[in-house]
C-alpha cells in the first residue's frame, strides 16, 4: 500500500513535465487557467488532464476559477526545489563539479549547493591565464562590502584591495600566513593602506585555508576550488543570486574562524 502511494506520488510529480511545471508555477501563488496557460505556453487541452491528475492526487485544489496548492502540495512542492535547484547547477556545469575537491566545503553547506543559482564557470582561455577574471574585478570594485579569503599570492590583490580600502568600501580579508608574509614583502604600502583603513578588517588564518578563493561582496560570490588533484586550474565559479550570496557569506564564516587579526605591520 505504502509503496504504491510513494511511486504513484513520485509518478505524478516526476514523468510530466507539464505538471511538474504548474506545480512549481503554483509555488508562487494561485493561478487561473488563462495565467497558468500563458505561464507555461500550453493550450486548455493539454492542461486539463494533468490539472485533473493533480486534484485527485490533493496536489492541488480548485477555488472557482483559480487553482492553488493544497497543504500537501506545498509540502512536496518545498522538498522538490532544493532537488531541481542541485540539479540545474550541476547539469549547466557538470565536468567542473566532478572534478572537483569538494571534501573542503562543510558537509551541511555541500548538501545546499543548489543555493548556488545561475551560476558560471569561468574559464581563462591561454593568453589570460595569469590574469584576475574581468567579470570578477569589474564586480568587486563596484562592491561596498566585501568578504574575502586568500591562500595563493597573485600581484593584483594588494592593490584591488587597498584601493577598495580608500574608497571606504568595508572589506574583511582573511589571508594565509605566507601570503601576509608575501605581502609584507612585496606591497607594504599596500598592505598598511589596508592595516590603516578603519572599514577594513584583516585576519591570518593560523591552520592554513583548502580553498584558493572565497570572495562575497553585496553583488556576487566567486569562489576557487582545486581539482581531485589538488591542483589549481585557474577555473572559478560566480554567481550573482541572493540564495549565492548567503551560501558564499557561510563558507566565509566557516573558515573565518581560526583567524587572528592583524593591526599592524
Not at 13 to 23: A, V
Not at 94 to 117: C, N, Q
Request: glycine share 4%; aromatic share 8%.
Amino acid at each position: 500500500m505504502y509503496t504504491g502511494m510513494s511511486s504513484s506520488l513520485c509518478d505524478t510529480i516526476w514523468l510530466s513535465e507539464k505538471r511538474k511545471n504548474l506545480l512549481l508555477l503554483l509555488m508562487e501563488g494561485p493561478r487561473d487557467i488563462e495565467q497558468i496557460k500563458t505561464s507555461l505556453n500550453v493550450t486548455s487541452k493539454a492542461m486539463m488532464p494533468q490539472i485533473k491528475i493533480l486534484k485527485k492526487q490533493e496536489l492541488i485544489l480548485q477555488r472557482v476559477d483559480t487553482y492553488e496548492l493544497s497543504e500537501i502540495g506545498k509540502l512536496v512542492v518545498g522538498n522538490m526545489l532544493p532537488l531541481l535547484n542541485t540539479l540545474e547547477v550541476i547539469e549547466e556545469n557538470k565536468e567542473y563539479w566532478a572534478s572537483r575537491d569538494t571534501s573542503v566545503i562543510p558537509h551541511d553547506l555541500f548538501m545546499r549547493l543548489g543555493e548556488l543559482g545561475e551560476c558560471m564557470v569561468i574559464e581563462p582561455d591561454l593568453n589570460h591565464m595569469f590574469d584576475l577574471p574581468r567579470e570578477f574585478t569589474e564586480n568587486l570594485t563596484k562592491s561596498r562590502c566585501i568578504l574575502s579569503s586568500l591562500s595563493y599570492y597573485h600581484p593584483l590583490y594588494s592593490s584591488l584591495y587597498s584601493k577598495l580600502a580608500e574608497s571606504e568600501a568595508e572589506v574583511e580579508l582573511v589571508l594565509t600566513e605566507p601570503v601576509f608574509e608575501r605581502l609584507k614583502t612585496d606591497c607594504l604600502d599596500e598592505l598598511r593602506t589596508l592595516l590603516d583603513s578603519p572599514n577594513t578588517v584583516v585576519g591570518v588564518c593560523e591552520e592554513g585555508l583548502n580553498i584558493p578563493t572565497i570572495a562575497v561582496t553585496d553583488r556576487f560570490m566567486y569562489l576557487c576550488l582545486f581539482d581531485r588533484q589538488g591542483k589549481y586550474d585557474h577555473r572559478k565559479v560566480m554567481s550573482f543570486d541572493a540564495s549565492a550570496l548567503r551560501w558564499g557569506r557561510e563558507l566565509f564564516m566557516h573558515y573565518r574562524k581560526s583567524v587572528r587579526e592583524v593591526t599592524e605591520v
